[in-house]
């Protein structure tokens, strides 16, 4: 580890530096409907992904280190480590002003990169494979995960996702430019890919899910319907997952199921038909809370189910989101959407 201090501005100036070009795309209330322009994500005219999702190269030598637990500090940096195995790779417990960047993190029987109560931590460029889940967050902000490699999430539930924040709220929350895969037979149970839990951003400043690759996810019914991605879970609010590419993630390809102020638009979503395959979009409310202001936009979705027969969206028993009609059914888009090789870190 490479605990590098450094003063409490600077760590804050580093920080809104990386969240600044974002600032105008993260309101629910304020989006056009168009696609950003500031995307480092393409598509083609098939509606295909291309182009990097990573701005930097993993570190190509690191430091061998035992799993890492860190309480009530702030100002450092982890830095290019390989660790291997423990509980949770990295445990960050109450800490402010932290930057995770180029470390390789596998084996462990619980979290790749765990915060607990922690504000203004950035985690780039990781590569995190066979953990129970990737990254993990409970009651922080300024969470930003961003530009990582995750292969083979193994649950089981209520774990097994990528990154899932849980009462995560207030402004900075970002979910960005990850490439994510789960291969069959080999991650064990995984479970929802992207995952918002009880968390909630605030007018303005969205947490916001936005340019990342998934491919692969829930095979078996080891714990009901799991989706690639997941707003509303449980409730909360000011949320926004756009220009995600997700192919065959499980029984959901993309759901809302509670919360308020939450808008789901321009994201690509095909299945093949799978064991657990039902429907490409879905909106309805488990959260037991009033959900309101829901806009699920401009999708394109092509979803098969385990019958065989297409499912592309389906509303239960709530009311039409906002900008419904304009989701694309049957769209032009397989499983070609992503390269036959997306995790290049290792």
């Known amino acids: 580890m490479k605990n590098r201090n450094s003063s409490r501005a600077a760590g804050i100036v580093k920080l809104l530096m990386i969240l600044a070009p974002l600032a105008f795309i993260t309101s629910c209330q304020r989006d056009a409907q168009v696609l950003p322009s500031t995307s480092n994500v393409s598509t083609t005219s098939s509606g295909s992904a291309s ?3 990573t701005s930097k190269s993993l570190a190509t ?5 035992a799993p890492i637990s860190i309480y009530n500090k702030s100002n450092f940096t982890i830095s290019a480590v390989s660790i291997s195995g423990g509980t949770n790779c990295i445990a960050l417990y109450n800490c402010t002003n932290v930057i995770i960047i180029g470390c390789r993190l596998a084996n462990s029987s619980g979290f790749g990169v765990m915060l607990n109560n922690c504000k203004n931590v950035y985690v780039e460029n990781c590569f995190i494979t066979n953990v129970k889940s990737g990254v993990h967050v409970y009651q922080g902000s300024g969470i930003v995960v961003n530009s990582n490699q995750f292969l083979n999430m193994n649950g089981p539930f209520p774990d097994g996702c990528f990154v899932q924040f849980a009462s995560v709220t207030g402004a900075g ?21 992207l995952s918002l839990y009880k968390s909630s951003g605030i007018q303005g400043d969205s947490i916001l899910i936005y340019g990342n690759w998934l491919r692969g996810g829930q095979v078996q019914f080891d714990s009901g319907g799991a989706a690639g991605i997941v707003l509303g879970d449980g409730g909360g609010s000011y949320q926004v997952a756009r220009q ?3 192919l065959n993630p499980g029984f959901v390809g993309m759901q809302v199921v509670g919360g308020s102020n939450l808008k789901m638009d321009h994201n690509y979503i095909y299945s093949s038909s799978t064991p657990v395959s039902n429907t490409g979009i879905n909106c309805g409310n488990y959260s037991g809370a009033s959900s309101y202001n829901i806009n699920i936009s401009y999708n ?7 019958s065989g027969a297409e499912w592309d969206l389906w509303l239960d028993n709530v009311p039409t989101p906002t900008g419904w009609s304009t989701n694309i059914q049957k769209a032009n888009i397989s499983a070609s959407i992503f390269p036959a090789t997306i995790i290049t870190m290792q």
């Open 51 to 53: 182009g990097s999702l």
């Open 61 to 65: 030598a690191y430091t061998s280190s």
């Open 173 to 193: 929350n970002r979910i960005m430019y990850n490439r994510c895969e789960n291969v069959v037979g080999v991650a064990q149970h995984p479970q929802d890919g």
């Open 244 to 246: 995600n590419y997700v």
């Open 300 to 306: 394109q979705v092509r979803w098969y189910q385990k």
